[in-house]
């Protein structure tokens, strides 16, 4: 038998094989060493609602180290390369005129606790600048968005509070509308429409985040809603875990009349990796996010695009993104399809700073603007959970009785005189 040209196949199969090995893993290898440099920063992370769900926020009775039954760890953090991230200050629209301003404190709470836990992992920041000094202090820059309006309850003193807390974002409704927004499942026809997208209140509410210096998100909004904070807002705004509209028609995605105002208005689109809003199903792979990424740079550009994964809020991710560790995977997927190191680099982390930049900027300029202090009326409020302290209200009930005894005594009058 002769062994030569196994031998020399086996060779060939060996070199091909290698080869195979170098170019399969060289994109990899490459979206790593572009993440070194710019670890991802990602809009939106619901590892504060497992802390509460499963712990009740009592963090002595987890080791962010070894829990192992979330898409968020330390160890897959650091795999990850995740450099900045927003953890989101979620409770259910359940709570909404209820206790939903006292358990959001709470999950700020829990945000500012895990920092200082962990201060060798997370860093918890509020500005631009000190992101960029976590990063480079190998910290995971820890941000707070607050999801849902409902948990300011419809209070301009409460999102003031919010802010001096730390929080850097509020999504302007969760899956209910507030007294003065309506959220998305007004486009799915499950809630009725409340105010037409903003009331007036709703936009002073805008302003005054403009104001603060708190970036305004649109995931989770209407439509009419996203295109009234776009017109209102005197800064760029965010969508913090929202994908494409046309390739998954989930009123949860962004439709591309919006993409293009985004565009324009110079905002950001972070893409939510959740399989329901990625494929409009069940099951989903990286490849299909890395089409939200590239549909989304070819209407609103490279500058508009980001990441905003959704970990640990949702209950189905891709194939392939199965938790925090994977972005360099998707980093290498949209490698292959040709994203520069300069678009990545934007994608990762630039735009998001640029619009937090910006966000800054616009609160520095509206410095010699007062505080919003017209409350809400209190009839959109009214509820046994709420007092009317403060507002001068009219008792229309006696009212209306004083003014139906009035016209009794006057029809009394006119007749006596005339008969
Ligand atoms: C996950 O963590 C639990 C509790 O620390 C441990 O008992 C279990 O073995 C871990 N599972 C895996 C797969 O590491
Ligand atoms: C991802 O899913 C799509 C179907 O939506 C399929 O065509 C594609 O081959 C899958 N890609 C990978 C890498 O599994
Ligand atoms: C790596 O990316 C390049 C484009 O930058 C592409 O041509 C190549 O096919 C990719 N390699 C693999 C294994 O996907």
Known sequence: MNTKYPMALL??????????????????????????????????????????????????????????????????????RVGGQFWAAYVPCETQGKDAVKRTLEQIDVVHRMCEAYPDTFLCVDTAQDIATAIRAKRVASL?????????????????????????????????????????????GSDPAKSNGLSEFGKNIILEMNRLGMMVDLAHV???????????????????????????????????????????????VMVNFYNDYVTCSSKANLSNVADHFDYIKNIA???????????????????????????????????RRGW??????????????????????????????????????????????HTSYGYKLVDTSAAAHLHAAKGLLLMCLVYTLFH
């Open 11 to 80: 060779g060939l199969l060996t070199i091909l094989g290698c080869e195979l090995l170098t170019v399969v893993s060289s994109n990899k290898t490459e979206a790593l060493r572009i993440m070194e440099n710019a670890p991802v920063i990602d809009g939106h992370n619901d590892l504060p609602w497992q802390l509460l769900s499963k712990f009740n926020n009592q963090l002595n009775e987890v080791n962010l180290h070894t829990l192992n039954d979330t898409h968020t760890n330390i160890p897959k953090l650091r795999e990850g």
């Open 144 to 188: 707070i968005g607050v999801e849902g309006g409902h948990s300011i309850d419809s209070s301009l003193g409460v999102l003031r509070t919010f802010y001096h807390l730390g929080v850097r974002y509020m999504t302007l409704t969760h899956s209910c509308n507030t007294p003065w927004a309506d959220n998305w499942l007004v486009d799915t």
């Open 222 to 268: 209407s439509a009419k809603t996203m295109k009234d904070a776009l017109e209102v807002s005197k800064a760029p705004v965010i969508f913090s875990h929202s994908s494409a509209y046309k390739l998954c028609a989930s009123a949860r995605n962004v439709q591309d009349d919006v993409l293009r105002i985004v565009k324009e208005k110079k905002g950001l």
């Open 301 to 335: 550009g490279y500058e508009s695009v980001g990441f905003g994964g959704d970990y640990d809020g949702v209950p189905r991710v891709p194939e392939g993104l199965e938790d925090v560790s994977k972005y360099p995977d998707l980093v290498a997927e949209l490698i």
């Open 340 to 385: 520069t190191q300069v678009e990545l680099e934007a994608a990762l982390k630039d735009n998001l700073l640029r619009v937090f930049t910006e966000v800054e900027q616009t609160s520095l300029q509206m410095s010699s603007e007062k505080p919003k202090e017209v409350p809400i009326n209190y009839q959109e409020i009214k509820s046994d959970c």
